[in-house]
């Protein structure tokens, strides 16, 4: 167990949505990654947020956005969703200065999105 | 941006026996290069790192060297055991976090 937590485990839902996930980083950690894995795309970078400011943005969609709290929980919103964005989601948290580079970062379980 | 690639993409072993991955990057700035290991089911998990200013590092079977001038890094498990069985993926890191694509180790009993 990572001690990184990851809401809803599995969701499902139509064209055109819009989900919630929800993500607790390990006590003390203070950034937070999230990933998107699927088939064709192997784990692909997202969004990086450091103690609520966002910090680094990867291959993240408009549609995508995502925040992070003043109690260091992350939500990644995800709207007018496709077929292709069904994925599984990870976020990870690390101890972190702000920058990738050195931090080890600590994956959760992750989040299935299944889009009908 | 970071471009990082990995071979082989599926690796088929007898329990025993070593199992090397290898990945090539392209930023040279790159300098935080981990290993992680994903089960079916579960997130990745850490198994071993590497930083630019060191070239091989090792931890009871698994090590990872790296070659900074040729731009590449891999992974070595030896005395292979069937639960060593699972998806590793190697990554690059400067800024952004770069994922290879993926090996699936499976190793035979």
């Known amino acids: 167990d990572s001690g990184v937590t990851q809401t809803p485990k599995h969701l499902i839902t139509a064209t055109g949505q819009r989900v919630t996930l929800r993500c607790s980083p390990r006590s003390g950690d203070l950034s937070v990654y999230w990933y998107q894995q699927s088939l064709d795309q192997g784990l692909q970078f997202l969004i990086h947020y450091y103690n609520g400011e966002e910090r680094a943005k990867g291959n993240i969609l408009e549609r995508f956005s995502a925040q992070q709290f003043p109690d260091l929980h992350s939500e990644l919103n995800l709207s007018s969703l496709e077929l292709g964005d069904s994925a599984l989601y990870f976020c990870?948290?690390?101890?972190?200065?702000?920058?990738?580079?050195?931090?080890?970062?600590?994956f959760g379980p992750g989040t299935r999105l299944t889009v009908l | 941006g970071e471009n990082v690639e990995q071979h082989p993409s599926t690796l088929s072993v007898q329990e025993g026996d070593s199992a090397v991955i290898k990945c090539t990057y392209s930023?040279?700035?790159?300098?935080?290069f981990p290993w992680y290991k994903q089960e079916l089911g579960k997130g990745p998990q850490l198994i071993i790192d590497i930083r630019s200013n060191v070239g091989e590092k090792k931890d009871q079977r698994i090590a990872v060297t790296l070659n900074k001038t040729a731009k590449h890094f891999s992974l070595h498990i030896t005395e292979t055991q069937p639960e060593d069985s699972a998806v590793y993926f190697c990554a690059a890191s400067n800024n952004d976090m770069r994922f290879g694509a993926g090996t699936r180790l499976t190793v035979k009993p």
């Open positions: 930023d040279s700035a790159s300098n935080y």
């Open positions: 990870a948290s690390s101890v972190g200065s702000g920058r990738f580079s050195y931090n080890e970062q600590f």
